[in-house]
């Protein structure tokens, strides 16, 4: 099985920057994704790491360490529409488990 | 992004009925689809894999005689919830995987969900 954890809650202000964690056990592995869910719709493709690494693109940046099982989603200039759920999902034979997810919150 | 359809977005059904639940890969081809389930503010949880031309994986606790799932084409999965209960309410969502990127590209993409409450 898999075990996932982040912190349930984040917030900071617009313009910011915040980092999630992510820590997962996964017994077989092939990649970590980040999605992103607004409240009542369903999860936007944010990231895809299957090496050890930062992954940049635009505000949002994701790392990953597989020897260690962490990943964290960087998110830069932070705008009050990034106010989400932020999902971290490790695949196994891209089947993905999901944690409870981190709710950001964006304050002006 | 690809994109990913799915029909309808919200149904209100009757308990005893059974609702059917489609699943579009609109601009790519996807051999495999996942079908989730997710409850108020609780995780996605993966249901089963939806294999094209070949039966469904399900996940355990999953009952695959009450959740069909048809895999019919590369563009299309269906999940039919039978003899749907109140207990079955949910936002059902599927995703498929997009092969043609393959490799570091990788991806897959959600639909928007399926919303059902059972009366």
């Known amino acids: 099985g898999q075990n996932i954890d982040q912190p349930t809650e984040m917030t900071a202000t617009e313009g910011a920057i915040v980092q999630i964690n992510c820590t997962y056990q996964t017994s077989g592995f092939n990649g970590l994704f980040w999605y992103q869910q607004h409240a009542g719709e369903a999860p936007t493709f944010l990231s895809y790491n299957v090496l050890d690494g930062l992954e940049e693109k635009g505000r949002f940046s994701s790392f990953l360490s597989r020897s260690k099982g962490y990943s964290y989603l960087l998110l830069k200039e932070l705008q009050m529409k990034d106010s989400a759920s932020y999902l971290c999902a490790p695949a196994n034979d891209y089947k993905l488990s999901f944690g409870a997810g981190t709710t950001v919150t964006v304050r002006a | 992004g690809a994109v990913v359809s799915q029909h309808p977005s919200r149904v209100i059904c009757k308990s005893g009925t059974s609702v059917k639940i489609e699943c579009r890969s609109l601009d790519f081809q996807a051999t495999t689809m996942f079908w989730y389930r997710q409850f108020p503010k609780q995780s996605l949880m993966l249901m089963a894999t939806?294999?094209?031309?070949?039966?469904?994986?399900?996940e355990q606790g999953v009952e695959k005689d009450k959740f069909l799932i048809n895999h019919a084409s590369l563009t299309l999965s269906t999940l039919t919830v039978t003899s749907a209960h109140p207990e079955d309410s949910s936002f059902y969502i599927c995703?498929?995987?997009?092969?043609?990127?393959?490799?570091?590209?990788?991806?897959?993409?959600f639909g928007p969900g399926t919303r059902l409450t059972v009366l």
């Open positions: 995703s498929a995987r997009d092969l043609v990127s393959g490799g570091a590209e990788d991806t897959q993409y």
């Open positions: 939806s294999n094209e031309g070949s039966k469904a994986t399900y």
